[in-house]
C-alpha cells in the first residue's frame, strides 16, 4: 500500500515538477513586465508549490516505511540511510521550494504594500524551515554526509534573509525586485536540483550523492540571479523611485 501510495506521488510529482522546469524559463528569458512574464511566472510558482508539496509527502512516506517506498535501494543502503537522503533532506528540499515559490509570488504580488507579504502562512513556511534544516544537521553528522548539511545550510540562509525582508519596515525600493528574483530563482535551482540528484536515483542510484549533480543547478541558478539583480541595480540606477 505504501509503495502504490509512493508511485502515484511520484507521478504527480515528475508532472508538476516538469511543468515548472519547463515553465521557469520564459520569465526567466523573455521580456520582463509583460504578459507572458506573468502569465508563465504564475504557472511555474504554482506548479513549483505543488511539487514541494508532494516532495514533502513523498519523504514523509519514506520516513515511515524506507524500505518498502525504496525496493529497488534495498541491499545497497540502509533504512537509516534512506531516511535520511530521501525522507529528511527531501522534506527539507520540498519545504524548501514551497518556502521560495510562494515567498517570491508574494514579493511581486505586494510589491507596493510590503506590510501584505506578514502573512501567517509566509511566515509560517519560514520558521518551519529552521527546525527543519536543523533536523538534516543532525542527519548530516549521524550519516557522515556533508550533502544534507548543505541543504540545512541554504534552508537557514533562507529563512534568515526571508525573514529579514518580510519584517522590515522600510526594505527600499527596489528590493521586493530583488527578493522576487531570488525566490523564485532559487525555487528553479531546486527543481533541477531534484530532477538530476534524485531523480537520478531510478536509474543510477550511486548519481544521486554525486557532487555535480547538486553543484550544476546551483552554479547556473546563482549565476541567473547574480545578471538578474545587476540588471535591476542598472536598471534603476539615478530613477526616482516611488515606494
Known amino acids: 500500500m505504501a509503495f502504490l501510495l509512493f508511485e502515484i506521488l511520484i507521478a504527480a510529482h515528475i508532472a508538476t515538477g516538469a511543468t515548472g522546469a519547463v515553465a521557469f524559463w520564459v520569465p526567466i528569458l523573455g521580456r520582463k513586465g509583460g504578459r507572458a512574464h506573468a502569465r ?24 515511515a516505511a524506507p524500505l518498502e517506498t525504496h525496493p529497488h535501494l534495498a541491499g545497497r543502503f540502509d533504512a537509516a540511510f534512506i531516511r535520511g537522503i530521501f525522507g529528511w533532506m527531501m522534506l527539507a528540499a520540498g519545504l524548501l521550494t514551497v518556502n521560495l515559490a ?9 510589491k507596493r504594500h510590503h506590510a501584505a507579504n506578514r502573512t501567517r502562512l509566509n511566515l509560517f513556511l519560514q520558521v518551519a524551515l529552521v527546525p527543519v ?30 525573514l529579514w525582508f518580510i519584517l522590515a519596515r522600510d526594505p527600499g525600493p527596489t528590493t521586493w ?45 546563482l549565476a541567473l540571479i547574480v545578471w538578474h539583480q545587476r540588471a535591476i541595480d542598472r536598471r534603476f540606477r539615478g530613477q526616482p523611485q516611488m515606494r
Open 102 to 110: 510562494w515567498y517570491g509570488w508574494l514579493a511581486i504580488r505586494n
Open 133 to 162: 534544516s536543523l533536523a538534516c544537521v543532525w542527519q548530516s553528522w549521524v550519516l557522515a554526509n556533508p550533502l544534507i548539511a548543505g541543504i540545512a545550510t541554504v534552508g537557514l540562509a533562507t529563512a534568515a534573509t526571508n
Open 40 to 63: 508563465w511566472g504564475r504557472v511555474f510558482a504554482f506548479a513549483l508549490v505543488a511539487t514541494g508539496c508532494l516532495a514533502m509527502a513523498m519523504s514523509v512516506l519514506t520516513l
Open 177 to 221: 525586485l530583488k527578493e522576487h528574483v531570488k525566490a523564485l530563482v532559487g525555487a528553479g535551482i531546486s527543481v533541477y536540483t531534484a530532477f538530476l540528484a534524485f531523480g537520478s536515483v531510478r536509474v543510477m542510484p550511486e548519481l544521486a550523492l554525486n557532487p555535480f549533480m547538486w553543484a550544476l543547478p546551483l552554479v547556473v541558478g
